[in-house]
C-alpha cells in the first residue's frame, strides 16, 4: 500500500545535540516530499520541501532534510537543537498521480532536554 | 498578511447538535481542504474543494459536509456531532501552481459530549 512513515513517534535530545527525524515513503514514482512542524497549540508551518534537484535541502529553522532515492526516504536534520525546537514533526507527501493530496505521516514527537 | 484562518478555536459540544467551523483565506487559492488531527494517526483529509461549487470527499468524510459560495471560505458542518468526531481540525489552502505547499490555519479543537 501507499504511505508515509515516520518510525519514530518520539524523540528526545538533549540541547544542542544534533537530530536526524526519520520519513520513508512507499509510491511507484518520487512524490513531492515536505516537512511541517507544530509547535504546542499552533498550526502547521512548512519547514521545507523538495520537488526535484538538489536532494539536500535547506529550510527554516535551521533545518535540511535530504532526499535519497534509492532509500525511498527523506530525513530531517539539525546539526544543534534548541529547546524551542521541542514540538510535532509531521513529513507529508503529495503523490505524483494527485498533487492536490496531501498525505501525513503520523508525526515524531521532540522533547528537548536542557 | 497571507494567512488562513478559523473559527471558533475552542469548541465544546453535545452530541446531535449542529455546529460549523468556519475557514477563510485571504491568499485567493483555488484549492481549499479540511483535515482531522488525531493522536497516532497524523492528519487526515476529510473534504476538500478545487474550486468553487466543486468539492470532493477526502478520507474521512463520513459525518462531515462542506460548502464553497465564495472562494475565500470553506466552511465545515457537523449536522450531527458525535463523540468519535472529538478532534483537532484544520484547514488548508494552496494556489494553482502544482506542486505546491499548502498553508495551514491555527487549527479548532473540537470536544463532543
Known amino acids: 500500500a501507499q504511505s508515509v512513515t515516520q518510525p519514530d513517534i518520539h524523540i528526545t535530545v538533549s540541547e544542542g545535540a544534533s537530530l536526524e527525524l526519520r520519513c520513508n515513503y512507499s509510491y511507484g514514482a518520487t512524490p513531492y516530499l515536505f516537512w511541517y512542524v507544530q509547535s504546542p497549540g499552533q498550526g502547521l508551518q512548512l519547514l521545507l520541501k523538495?520537488?526535484?534537484?538538489?536532494?539536500l535541502v535547506q529550510g527554516i529553522k535551521g533545518f535540511e532534510a535530504e532526499f535519497k532515492r534509492s532509500q525511498s526516504s527523506f530525513n530531517l536534520r539539525k546539526p544543534s537543537v534548541h529547546w524551542s525546537d521541542a514540538a510535532e514533526y509531521f513529513c507529508?507527501?503529495?503523490?505524483?498521480?494527485?498533487?492536490?493530496?496531501?498525505?501525513f505521516g503520523t508525526g515524531t514527537r521532540l522533547q528537548v532536554f536542557p | 498578511e497571507a494567512q488562513v484562518t478559523q473559527n471558533p478555536r475552542y469548541l465544546i459540544t453535545v452530541t446531535g447538535k449542529k455546529l460549523t467551523v468556519t475557514c477563510s483565506q485571504n491568499?485567493?487559492?483555488?484549492?481549499m481542504s479540511w483535515y482531522r488531527q488525531d493522536p497516532g494517526l497524523g492528519l487526515r483529509q476529510i473534504y476538500y474543494?478545487?474550486?468553487?461549487?466543486?468539492?470532493d470527499k477526502g478520507d474521512v468524510p463520513e459525518g462531515y459536509k462542506v460548502s464553497r459560495k465564495e472562494k475565500r471560505n470553506f466552511p465545515l458542518i457537523l449536522e450531527s456531532p458525535s463523540p468519535n468526531q472529538t478532534s483537532l481540525y484544520f484547514c488548508?489552502?494552496?494556489?494553482?501552481?502544482?506542486?505546491?505547499?499548502?498553508?495551514f490555519g491555527p487549527g479548532t479543537r473540537l470536544t463532543v459530549t
Open positions: 507529508a507527501v503529495a503523490p505524483p498521480y494527485n498533487t492536490d493530496k496531501l498525505i
Open positions: 523538495y520537488f526535484s534537484g538538489d536532494t
Open positions: 474543494s478545487m474550486n468553487v461549487e466543486v468539492t
Open positions: 491568499m485567493n487559492h483555488e484549492y
Open positions: 488548508a489552502s494552496f494556489g494553482q501552481k502544482r506542486p505546491n505547499e499548502q498553508y
